[in-house]
């Protein structure tokens, strides 16, 4: 077997500053991309780190003790994100996820929910508030985020068994905890509750059917992800892919489903439901089944680089416009002006790498450094 190569990570990603058109005033209102697709959601991550070593996103070879995080300064305040959030409001966001890193890492991250749930878009109404966490010490926070204006909460487990479970997250930390998480915000309301499953065939796939039946009319919405080559530190390889049709199969053999209607344009998973009713499930097909035709989302990082796409080789330097560059004698720039740029930036946004995945501009890109799950969140 040839030696697994791991490329040595950084924080210093590619990233240019957005100019600011000359006539702010001609941004449009519900701008679009050059494949016609609004902007609709918006993923902030609000630190680079995490308590979990799971090998398909922090693997300890890379993120060991040793590892240098961000600083705190570099990290955009929560006023900062609060403000750029209400400019891409503006733009036509109506739903925001919090996530990491881990989010709940973030020292008093409730704060920050509530800053955003004070927020309203055109027509007044709040942003639809959700958070992606591993859930190892949601228990402790699930209350005072739903108090925040919280709206629900998806969690990463990859694993029932416990065994299983600690050899994914790589740091010893038992599936008991997630779980009692996961029945904390079912309690404090933070529902549908979303449970995560990434699926690296040879490593957790036997748990596919343990995490069905243990979910199966809980009211949690159990999805299934297929392991994906985002960043360039995981090893990513196809033959360790299952397809997500190879998920379903296993389960419709042990009860039967049949497929749902997405609940909205650009949604990432396909709905499955159990035909006694018992609740549903979904898999996200990113590397068989490209969903790129009607990606609404955009990544803000915890440092304030704006990505296009989860598999992005370069960034736009936000930070830069809402704090000035020294460097460039850049000054902070209005509110005007960072819509107008922000606006521009998603007019010429031609991104759609899963698409490409297989072709000849898609091997381009995928030998091109590209940003880390762990620095953008999934």
């Not at 881990?102 to 709040?126: A, I, Q, W």
């Not at 990513?236 to 053999?253: F, G, N, T, Y």
């Not at 497929?259 to 990113?286: C, F, K, M, N």
């Amino acid at each position: 077997m040839s030696a697994r190569i791991i490329p040595i990570v950084d924080h210093h990603y590619a990233a240019s500053v957005p100019s600011v058109p000359a006539d702010t005033g001609s941004a449009p209102q519900q701008p679009t991309d050059r494949f016609q697709r609004p902007l609709h959601d918006l993923r902030i991550s609000v630190t680079d780190r995490c308590n979990f070593r799971c090998t398909y996103c922090m693997p300890k070879e890379i993120f060991d003790k040793h590892y240098e995080f961000l600083p705190h300064a570099d990290l955009l305040s929560f006023e900062e994100i609060t403000r750029a959030a209400r400019i891409f409001m503006s733009l036509g966001v109506r739903k925001i996820r919090l996530t990491g890193g881990e989010p709940l890492l973030r020292k008093n991250l409730e704060r920050l929910v509530d800053m955003l749930h004070g927020l309203r878009t055109p027509e007044g109404l709040p942003p639809e508030l959700t958070l992606t966490t591993n859930g190892s010490i949601l228990a402790r926070k699930a209350t005072l985020l739903k108090e925040a204006g919280l709206n629900r909460v998806t969690v990463s487990l990859d694993a029932l068994d416990d065994a299983a479970f600690r050899q994914m997250n790589d740091v010893d930390f038992p599936v008991a905890e997630v779980l009692r998480g996961i029945d904390a915000a079912l309690a404090a309301g933070l529902g549908p509750v979303k449970v995560n499953m990434v699926v690296k065939r040879g490593a957790n796939d036997a748990q596919i059917l343990p995490m069905a039946e243990h979910f199966r009319g809980t009211g949690v919405v159990l999805r299934f992800i297929e392991y994906m080559d985002v960043g360039n530190t995981n090893g990513w390889r196809m033959d360790e892919v299952l397809p997500s049709q190879q998920v379903i199969d296993r389960i419709h053999a042990a009860h039967a489903l049949h497929p749902l209607e997405p609940h909205s344009v650009g949604e990432t998973a396909q709905r499955w439901a159990y035909d006694d009713g018992a609740g549903e499930i979904g898999v996200i097909s990113s590397v068989t089944r490209a969903f790129c035709g009607d990606c609404n989302r955009a990544r803000l990082s915890m440092e304030g680089k704006l990505y296009l796409c989860l598999f992005a080789t370069h960034g736009h330097d936000v930070r830069a416009l809402l704090r000035g560059d020294p460097r460039s004698g850049l000054a902070p720039v209005s509110d005007e002006q960072l819509r107008a740029a922000l606006a521009q930036v998603w007019t010429t946004r031609d991104d759609r790498y899963s698409l490409l995945r297989g072709t000849a501009a898609g091997l381009a890109q995928r030998a091109e450094r590209r940003v880390e799950m762990s620095y953008i969140g999934g």
